[in-house]
């Protein structure tokens, strides 16, 4: 069960809080944004809705694995963005020392999982040099083929793998479109397996195809379980009545807490060490999706901000505090952690220690999240808290899915197009002109005529 309280999102809680008549207001507007949003899947534009009931796609992952299982000892994605936050977040959810399949039931023969989300060569070489790469399995992933760090990576691992007297066709498998870009025609040239993302399904929404399944299905991860979660929650969005559709809840307070009330801040705050990636894999979603230019030229969408309960306790909220009253703090607070540790009683005699006895570690966890909810809601600042039961396949499932179409409507409320990115689109052409690649003579041309570096604004020079 995923479940949200969000009592200190409201004036009759907080200061500046969001008004019973905006919330009426929300609740009159919904329907038009949830109709949009149905329009965008039945147009494919929101493929991602439609993942959870798409099994021949979610085979292709589970085959694949059940194919090579126990050829490997390490598996390394080669990817960035969408390509690799995803797999990070079910990794470290799913794969953790916490509560999950994989602890209960064992990981025998469970490779393990390496990501190079970067192109920098302190970390490839790092990587690469303590593999076996006759016992190493390469993910390839990248809708385009046209990635400039993917492919250098691939370029890279390649080189190694050919050297090395290896078969490419046994060490490789790419992810990618079905039929577009360079990795498909590749995929032929080197007989490597090529599993689909799907046309309509763009990097930050993909975790839930084989860009995020595969490498799951590798690990053991019971990815049957992990669509089934999200199939539930997109079951839950299927209604205009916004109290009753948890995904419309999020997106709506997130956005009108920005536009009415100036909290240009959502954070992301998991009271769970599992969790700790699914805040990054968050914010991307969310940035990548809502920072736009409108087409009336005005610049939209709320920053969003990953942190970590209770250890940002002693770091970041000092400023959601006291700080700029900006912000929107939504927690996770999990209900089962699963393996618990009861805090020995000892040193009764010691006012600081004493009191601790007897409490378990997931107790002190819990109560720490609540805690610091109510000191934000007493300080004025506003919160909110996305309950679920333990972090298993299933939820995490339901949870990515709750955000993504949080995300979606909020693409509605401002007037953008959540599934474009226009905004990073201008440096990469800058990289591929100074590269060198055929095709980027404009952009070229646009680079030469920027300001060159004033000695008088250089230090150092």
Known sequence: MIAIDFTNMMASAVENGITDAEWQDAQSGFSAVHRNVANQRSEGVAD???????????????DFAARVRGRYDDVVILGIGGSALGPIALKTALCSSGWNELTREGRSGAPRLHVLDNIDPVTIVAVLDRLKL???????TSKSGGTAETMSQFLIVHDRVTTAGLAVSDHFVFVTDPKNGALRPLAQELSVPALEIPPGVGGRYSVLTPVGTLPAALLGIDVRKLLAGAGEMLDKCDTTELGDNPAGIIGSLFYMSDVRHGRVVDVLMPYSDPLRDFAAWFVQ?????????????????????PAVGSTDQHSQVQSFMEGPANKVVAFIAVEDHGPDIVIPSAFQHVNELGYLGGHSLSELLNIEQRATAGALAKRGRSNLTIHIEQVDAHHVGGLMMLLEIATAYAG??????????PGVELGKQFAYALLGRPGAEAARAQWDALPKPDPRWTQGS
Do not use: C
Not at 51 to 61: E, F, G, I, V, Y
Not at 292 to 300: E, F, I, L, Q
């Open 48 to 62: 991602f809705m439609n993942l959870p009931r798409n099994a021949p796609l979610l085979q292709q992952s589970i």
């Open 134 to 140: 006759d016992r190493t399995l390469f993910i390839v």
């Open 285 to 305: 979603l969310w940035a990548e999706s809502l920072g736009k230019h409108r087409t009336d030229g005005k610049s939209v969408g709320s920053t969003p901000l």
């Open 412 to 421: 509605q409320m401002y007037g953008v197009n959540a599934f474009n990115q």
